[in-house]
């Protein structure tokens, strides 16, 4: 039984993400792509585990996330599920996965949600993807938006700057997240946006706004696990706050475990048989 740092042991639904908003609570929110870190995850008391197709970045080292696969993804949130208990664990529909067609959308999301045991599913888009999402959400399948900086369309923006920032992206927007919301989307993640702008659709909405890169005045925030506790160095964006720098500490660690492997000190005489 994981030891929860939280009273509240019961498990996070989608719902529940909705009280929350309607109750001024913030909603944490972190990715992760593994058993092990995902139960470290869930026992410190994360309301919510994405996982992300970042893992192309951050687990396989790819540049974009644009080669993960609809397998490899499998792979990562059935680990995931493995290791929760509370959390709602929401997992990203790779690209090519859901922008085809409605009936390619619906049997990859309903593959996703049968062998990974996950409570929902994250896609990128607005209008373009709306006959996709009303298809899945109708499957029973609960759908958070993702809006802004949308990842897998890299090649298309051409850069990962902000985006949003003149009045008719802005505008765009806007109208994308009332739409997800009246298609019946649970949540929307907004990322790297005008914290004006994030503000804005938090207070329209009714369903809650996770924000990366997106300000303090949405209803809860999303990271990714590698860049907040520091494994990753290369990585420095303004919205980052780096909550732990385990790159030195493994890298201490291990040069330790070089220096006592080299000089005959592991393992001693009680490490042995
Ligand atoms: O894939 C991911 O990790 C994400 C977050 C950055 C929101 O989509």
Avoid: W
Avoid at 173 to 178: E, G, K, N, Q, S
Avoid at 214 to 222: P, R, S, T
């Amino acid at each position: 039984m994981a030891q929860y740092l939280c009273s509240d042991t019961r498990k996070v639904t989608t719902l529940r993400l909705i009280e929350m908003k309607k109750n001024g609570e913030k909603i944490s929110m972190l990715t992760a792509y593994d058993y092990t870190t995902a139960k470290i995850l869930d026992g410190a008391g994360l309301d919510a585990i994405l996982v992300g197709d970042s893992a192309s970045n951050v687990m396989v080292g790819y540049t974009t996330t644009v080669p993960m696969t609809l397998d490899k993804m499998i792979i990562y949130a059935a680990s995931v599920v493995r290791g929760v208990k509370r959390a709602l664990v929401v997992v990203d529909m790779p690209f090519g996965t859901y922008q085809v067609d409605e009936v390619t959308a619906v049997t990859n999301a309903i593959k996703i949600m049968q062998e990974t045991g996950a409570d929902a599913l994250k896609l990128e888009g607005g209008e373009e993807i709306l006959p996709m999402v009303k298809k899945i959400i109708a499957a029973g399948i609960p759908i958070m938006g993702h809006l802004g900086l949308t990842p897998q369309s890299i090649n298309a923006f051409g850069t990962y700057a902000v985006r949003a920032k003149d009045e008719a992206e802005a505008a765009k927007l806007v109208r994308d997240a009332h739409l997800l919301e009246e298609a019946g989307c649970f949540a929307i993640v907004l990322e790297k946006i005008p914290a004006t702008l994030a503000e804005r659709v938090a207070s329209e909405l009714k369903i809650p706004i996770i924000g990366i890169g997106a300000g303090n005045k949405v209803d809860g925030q999303v990271l990714v696990y590698t860049d907040m506790l520091g494994l990753s160095k290369d990585f420095a964006p303004r919205f980052l706050r780096r909550y732990a720098d385990l790159h030195t500490v493994i890298t201490d660690a291990v040069g330790q475990y070089i220096t006592d492997v080299k000089q005959g000190d592991f393992p001693n005489e009680k490490e042995q048989y």
